[in-house]
C-alpha cells in the first residue's frame, strides 16, 4: 500500500484576519466577532482575545465578561464570502481536485505529485500565494491522511507550517490532548476525561470493543483517530448555489392556514439541510402556482442565516405579499439561494445561545430519525400532498 499526501489548508481566525484586512488600526487589539444582542455568541476571536480565555461559540456576555476591554464586531457575511471565494480560486487554479470543507478550510490530495519537487515545497508555494494574493493568514497540515493533517494544521498555528513523515503519525499525536481530535466535542471529551483519558495515546491503547460500549458506533471511528486511521477520501467541491422544495396539491385549495404551516414545514427542512451542509442562504423565494397554472414568485434578500426561525418569518411574509388574487392554488414552493459554506454554529450573528441549543438538539434528532420526524405542530393532513415531483433528466437532445 502506497502512502497518501493531504494537504489540509485554514485561515487563521478568518473573520477576525478580515476585519483586520479592512482596518488595519484593529491588528493586534483583541476583537469578538459575534451577536452583539445581550445573548449573542462569539463567531471569532482574535488571538489576543483568546489570550484572556476567549473561545468561540463562547456567549458574548461570557466574553466580554474575561475581556471587556475587547473591541465588538457585528461581522459581515458578504466579505468573508467574498474572501473565501478569493482563496478558493487561487486554489482551483493550482489544485484542481480539492476539497472545500467550510468557509476557509480545505483539503487537497497530493498523492503522486513529483517525488523530485515535493509535497511540502509546493504547499509552502500555494501558502505563500494565497498570504500574498489574499493578505489573509493561512496555516495548513502535512500528512498521510485528512484528520493528522487537520491537527497538524491547529498545531502549526499562528500562521505556520507542519508536515507529519509518513510512519511517524501515532508519534505526532500521542502526547496531544484528547479534545485536538476533530470531532470530539464537549461531552465525549468530558467522558474521556471522567474515564481518566487525557491523551490521545492512552486513548490509543484502550481496546476499540471498550470504546464501542462506551460511545456506540462513534467508539470506533474516536479508536481510529487515536491510532491515526482515516481512509475518508478528498470530496470535490462543487458549488451548490440554491436548494428547493415544493408540493403540488392533489386538489387545488384556498386553505390559508394549511399552506403556511406546509411553507413553514418546507421553511424548517431546508433550514436543516443548510445547517447539515454547513451553509448559510442570503436569498429567500417562494413560489405559487395558480389553479389556471399561472405561476408567480417573490424573494427577499436577507443578511447569511440558517435559521429556521428568521428563515420560516421570511417565507410567511414573502407569502403574504405574493398571495392576493385569492384564487385556488395549485402549488407552493419555497427556495434558499445565493448559498455560501459557513459552518452555522458559528456564523450565526443574530442568534441567542438557547435557540442555538434548540436547533442543535432537532437536528440531532433529524440526523438519527430523518427530516421527517419533527414537523411543527399542525392540524394539516397530508393526505393533500403529492409527492415531491421528480428531477427529471435533462433532455441534451
Ligand atoms: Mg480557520
Not at 471498550?210 to 475518508?232: H, M, Q, S, V
Not at 417562494?286 to 442565516?305: E, F, G, P, W
Amino acid at each position: 500500500m502506497y502512502d497518501r499526501a493531504i494537504l489540509h489548508l485554514d485561515l487563521d481566525s478568518f473573520f477576525v484576519s478580515v476585519e483586520c484586512l479592512k482596518n488595519s488600526s484593529l491588528l493586534g487589539k483583541p476583537l469578538l466577532i459575534g451577536g452583539t444582542s445581550n445573548r449573542g455568541v462569539v463567531a471569532s476571536c482574535s488571538y489576543e482575545a483568546r489570550r484572556f480565555g476567549v473561545h468561540s461559540a463562547m456567549p458574548m456576555k461570557m466574553a466580554l465578561r474575561l475581556c471587556p476591554q475587547a473591541i465588538v464586531l457585528r461581522g459581515d457575511m458578504d466579505s468573508y464570502s467574498k474572501y473565501s471565494g478569493i482563496v478558493t480560486d487561487i486554489i482551483a487554479e493550482e489544485a484542481p481536485v480539492y476539497e472545500k470543507a467550510s468557509i476557509d478550510e480545505f483539503y487537497l490530495d497530493l498523492t503522486g505529485m513529483d517525488k523530485h519537487f515535493g509535497c511540502f515545497k509546493w504547499s509552502s508555494e500555494l501558502r505563500q500565494k494565497i498570504i500574498r494574493e489574499s493578505g489573509l493568514p493561512i496555516s495548513f497540515g502535512l500528512s498521510v491522511n485528512k484528520m493528522v493533517s487537520k491537527v497538524g494544521t491547529g498545531e502549526a498555528k499562528p500562521n505556520g507550517t507542519k508536515a507529519i513523515p509518513s510512519g511517524t503519525e501515532k508519534l505526532f499525536l500521542a502526547p496531544l490532548p484528547v479534545g485536538k481530535i476533530p470531532g470530539v466535542g464537549d461531552q465525549t471529551h468530558k467522558k474521556l476525561n471522567f474515564m481518566g483519558v487525557r491523551t490521545i495515546e492512552t486513548l490509543s491503547q484502550i481496546p476499540v470493543k471498550l470504546l464501542e460500549r462506551e460511545f456506540g458506533k462513534p467508539g470506533r471511528t474516536l479508536w481510529e483517530r487515536a491510532n491515526a486511521i482515516d481512509p475518508t477520501p478528498i470530496v470535490p467541491y462543487h458549488e451548490q448555489k440554491s436548494m428547493s422544495k415544493e408540493r403540488t396539491f392533489t386538489e387545488d385549495t384556498l386553505d390559508v392556514t394549511m399552506m403556511k404551516h406546509m411553507l413553514l414545514d418546507m421553511a424548517d427542512k431546508l433550514s436543516f439541510e443548510l445547517r447539515a451542509s454547513g451553509k448559510l442562504t442570503s436569498t429567500v423565494t417562494v413560489k405559487i402556482r395558480y389553479a389556471d397554472l399561472n405561476t408567480y414568485t417573490k424573494q427577499k434578500n436577507i443578511s447569511y442565516t440558517a435559521n429556521d426561525r428568521i428563515l420560516g418569518q421570511h417565507v410567511l411574509e414573502l407569502f403574504d405579499k405574493l398571495y392576493e388574487r385569492r384564487q385556488l392554488i395549485r402549488l407552493i414552493g419555497v427556495k434558499y439561494s445565493g448559498l455560501v459554506q459557513g459552518s452555522y454554529q458559528i456564523n450565526l450573528f443574530d442568534d441567542t445561545i438557547e435557540h442555538i441549543h434548540l436547533m442543535q438538539q432537532m437536528d440531532r434528532i433529524r440526523r438519527r430519525f430523518g427530516a421527517d420526524a419533527i414537523m411543527r405542530a399542525s392540524g394539516l393532513t397530508k393526505a393533500n400532498v403529492l409527492r415531491e415531483p421528480p428531477h427529471l433528466p435533462v433532455d441534451g437532445g
